[in-house]
């Protein structure tokens, strides 16, 4: 990781009744990406506010802050992963791994 990196992590806001913050926390673990998450329900009290601020006054969640101070409101797992430029398999790759018989 790099000294930018550690300085300012991969921040998600969200909560565990958020099926699309799921879906993003989930993507996220699977290619073993670094991040800090938000609970916005359960944590600190002090997360709702700074969502509000990030989110125009909106609890929309997921909301990700990136390294490079970048918000994504509400984005889709690929939407993040591109911006990581996290590589991952294509539609092709995942279909023919369905058919495998390693």
């Not at 002090?46 to 802050?65: C, D, I, K």
Request: glycine share 4%; net charge neutral; charged share 25%.
């Amino acid at each position: 990781m790099s000294d930018t990196n550690r300085r300012n992590p991969l921040i998600i806001y969200g909560h565990h009744f958020c099926p699309q913050a799921l879906a993003l926390k989930s993507a996220l673990d699977k290619y073993r990406a670094e991040y800090e998450w938000r609970d916005v329900l359960r944590g600190d009290a002090r997360f709702r506010v700074e969502l509000a601020q990030l989110a125009r006054g909106y609890l929309s969640v997921p909301t990700v802050v990136f390294p490079d101070g970048t918000v994504m409101v509400e984005p889709w797992p690929d939407s993040v992963l591109d911006k990581l430029n996290i590589q991952r398999p294509g539609l092709l790759e995942q279909l023919s791994s369905l058919f495998r018989k390693d």
